[in-house]
C-alpha cells in the first residue's frame, strides 16, 4: 500500500530525512515516532504528497506520488498537525465543501458528509459553527475529512495532541475501528499511543531509521523486560537471588519490595518461585514486567540532538 524508498529532504544546508525507507500493508496501523526534530512530519508530508523529495521515491498503491500525485491522493487521507479550518463554518457545511473539491455532489456529497459525521460522532455539533468547537470536537472533525472519500490510506500527524485523555481514547477508538481495512501511518511522540493503538511501529532519530517492529518486541530491549517485582517475607531473600544464573541485578525498595532484573531478557519468574518454595519465604505478590517503551526509546534516540525543531 505504502512503499518508500531512500526518502531524502533537504532544507537548505539542513537535512531533516536521510535515507528513509519502509513498506506498509493493509491492515497496519503504523505509528512512526520520535523525538521532536527527527524528520516524523516532513516523512509523512513527502507521503502525502504534499512536499517533494529531494531524493527518494514514495509509491501508494503502485503510483509513484512524484509523478501523479493526483491519482496517488485519491487513496490518501490526510489530517496534518495543524489542519487550516474555516472558523465561519458550521462542521457540516465544512465538511460538504471539501466533498465537492474532492468532486461530489448531490445526493452522493451529502451521503458522504453523513457518513463522516457518524463515524466520528460528530452528530451532535453538525449545525455548530467551528470556533465554537472544542478541541476535542476539531480533532474529530479534521478526521471526518480525511474519511470524505472513503480512503485506503490515512495520514494522520499528532492526531491526539492537546487532547484531555477522555478525548483521546475517543480518538483512538475511532483509529483502530477504522483500521482493519486500511493502513493507517500516525506519527506521533507520545508512546502511550503506540502501546495503545499500533501494530507497528519505526522509529526516526536525526533523520534516520533506527528502529521497525511491533511495539511489543520493541519492549523486549528494555531493561525491565522480565524483570520480576517480589515481596515476600524471609531471610536473606536477596543474597538467595544474587546466586541464581539468569539474574543480573538486584535492587530493593524503599517499601521493601525487591526488584530483580533478569539477564538478556531470559525469564525468571519460575526460578524465583522455586528458590521461594525450597527456601520457605511466604510470598505475598510476584510481578513480571513486560519491559518499557520508554526506555527503549530513550536509548535508541539517546543520541538525537534535542535542540533540533522539525521544520513547519
Known amino acids: 500500500m505504502i512503499k518508500a524508498t531512500g526518502l531524502v529532504r533537504d532544507f537548505g544546508t539542513r537535512r531533516a530525512v536521510d535515507g528513509v525507507s519502509f513498506e506498509v500493508e493493509k491492515g497496519t496501523v503504523l505509528g512512526f515516532l520520535g523525538p521532536n526534530g527527527a524528520g516524523k512530519t516532513t516523512t509523512i508530508r513527502m507521503v502525502a504528497g504534499f512536499l517533494p523529495p529531494t531524493a527518494g521515491t514514495v509509491h501508494v498503491k503502485g503510483i509513484n506520488v512524484a509523478d501523479d500525485p493526483v491519482a496517488a491522493q485519491k487513496s490518501i487521507g490526510y489530517m496534518p498537525e495543524t ?181 538478556g531478557g531470559k525469564s525468571i519468574a519460575p526460578d524465583i518461585l522455586e528458590a521461594a518454595r525450597s527456601n520457605h519465604w511466604k510470598v505475598s505478590d510476584i510481578k513480571v514486567n513486560e519491559g518499557r517503551l520508554d526506555d527503549v526509546f530513550r536509548q535508541i534516540t539517546a543520541t538525537e540532538d534535542t535542540t533540533k525543531r522539525e521544520v513547519a
Open 83 to 263: 489542519t487550516p479550518l474555516y472558523e465561519d463554518m458550521t462542521v457540516s457545511g465544512f465538511l460538504r465543501f471539501l466533498a465537492e473539491v474532492r468532486g461530489f455532489s448531490g445526493k452522493e456529497r451529502d451521503a458522504r458528509v453523513d457518513r463522516s459525521l457518524e463515524r466520528c460522532f460528530l452528530e451532535p455539533v453538525r449545525n455548530q459553527t467551528i470556533d465554537t468547537l472544542s478541541k476535542g470536537y476539531r480533532q474529530r472533525t479534521c478526521l471526518a475529512q480525511t474519511l470524505l472519500h472513503d480512503p485506503d490510506i490515512l495520514l494522520l500527524d499528532e492526531p491526539t495532541e492537546g487532547l484531555d485523555p477522555n478525548q483521546k481514547q475517543v480518538v483512538r477508538d475511532m483509529i483502530k475501528a477504522m483500521a482493519a481495512e486500511r493502513v493507517v501511518m500516525l506519527s506521533t511522540h507520545v508512546l502511550e499511543e503506540v502501546e495503545a493503538i499500533c501494530t507497528r511501529a519505526i522509529i526516526i532519530s536525526g533523520g534516520k531509521v533506527v528502529a521497525d517492529d511491533s511495539p511489543a518486541s520493541l519492549k523486549t530491549r528494555s531493561d525491565q523486560y522480565n524483570a520480576v517485582t517480589l515481596t515476600a517475607e524471609g531471610r536473606d531473600i536477596a543474597k538467595a537471588l544474587e546466586k541464581l544464573p539468569n539474574i543480573g541485578n538486584i535492587q530493593t525498595l524503599e517499601d521493601g519490595k525487591i526488584v530483580a532484573f533478569a539477564k
